[in-house]
């Protein structure tokens, strides 16, 4: 239900329990994950620009979120079933001050930006999105990573009761994945926790994820509840399942092929004919330097 159908019925119900102050509460933007709630977010400079939007509705409705279901359609269909509120994030690890944010404390770190980014999954397709959140940095900041850390950890929810894919043996549960620290520090990494303005959909990874918009899909984690700073390569799910087809840092890279396909193009979804595939994904003036001395061929 909306906000005004709410109100309108708990007023026609006689919602006397409810306090003016509680109703405010309860409805203020974004106090909760509930999809739908709308975001406040200044536009950044740091967008795609010139590039359709692709429709909130392919956004939500074309999902890869292997904790529903493997398919592209499902996840949206049966997202209810999971309710991504309380909230928290536990940050740990290799850091001066680890700590455990609940989901308005998160949402609190850093002023949100909407940020449009395009998205190219390793399957392929692509599509440019609007995201709210701010840089993952903001976030690492708050713990001061020690002089030891090297790498991010990122570990997705674990709840098999409301996440029917976790029911199977699809991929290692949870999702794992990670970043080394100074990919997660670029200004690039977003935190993010919302699309459209709005609060993301359950089913895009509800309340809150990581972009990481130069590389493959996969390794923007969604749902996140832990991040540990670590001093090592953290295992990551894909790379578990598949190492061969899944490296660690899966880099979008045209001249690199997936062993079972050309990445040389994309399809972008709503549009017929296939587009070529942009190195970094089309942003290596942000992060091509991360990669000196790197042969991107063997170390994808
Ligand atoms: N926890 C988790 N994170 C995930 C996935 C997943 O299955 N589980 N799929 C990944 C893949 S392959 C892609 S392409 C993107 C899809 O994000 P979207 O559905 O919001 O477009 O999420 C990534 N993050
Ligand atoms: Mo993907």
Not at 219 to 231: F, G, H, M, N
Request: proline share 7%.
């Amino acid at each position: 239900m909306d906000r005004r159908r709410f109100l309108a019925a708990a007023a026609g119900f006689g919602a006397v329990a409810l306090s003016a102050d509680k109703l405010a509460e309860l409805f203020s933007p974004a106090t909760h994950a509930f999809a739908g709630n709308k975001l406040q977010a200044t536009k950044s400079p740091i967008s795609t620009t010139g590039e359709k939007l692709t429709p909130f509705e392919d956004i939500t409705h074309y999902n890869n979120f292997y904790e529903l279901s493997t398919d592209k359609e499902t996840p949206s269909k049966i997202a209810g079933s999971f309710h991504p509120q309380p909230w928290a994030v536990q940050i740990d690890g290799l850091v001066n001050k680890p700590i455990k944010l609940d989901y308005d404390a998160l949402l609190k770190v850093a002023p949100l930006q909407e940020r449009v980014y395009r998205h190219r999954c390793v399957e392929g397709w692509s599509m440019v999105i609007p995201w709210t959140g701010y840089p993952l940095k903001a976030l690492l900041d708050r713990v001061e990573p020690n002089s030891k850390a090297k790498f991010v950890a990122f570990t997705s929810v674990s709840r098999p009761s409301e996440l029917p894919g976790q029911q199977r043996d699809v991929l290692n549960w949870p999702y794992k994945e990670g970043l080394r620290l100074d990919e997660a520090m670029n200004p690039l990494t977003l935190f993010a926790v919302g699309l459209y303005g709005e609060v993301l959909p359950n089913q895009n990874g509800a309340p809150v994820r990581v972009v990481v918009p130069w590389k493959y899909g996969f390794k923007s984690a969604k749902s996140i509840v832990r991040i540990t700073l670590t001093d090592r390569m953290p295992p990551t799910s894909w790379n578990e399942a598949n190492a061969h087809e899944y490296g660690f840092y899966s880099n979008v890279n045209p001249q690199v092929d997936h062993p079972r396909w050309s990445q040389a193009k994309e399809r972008r979804i709503g549009e017929i004919f296939k587009r070529d595939t942009l190195m970094f994904n089309g942003y290596g003036e942000f992060v091509a330097g991360l990669y000196k001395g790197m042969d991107l061929r063997k170390d994808f």
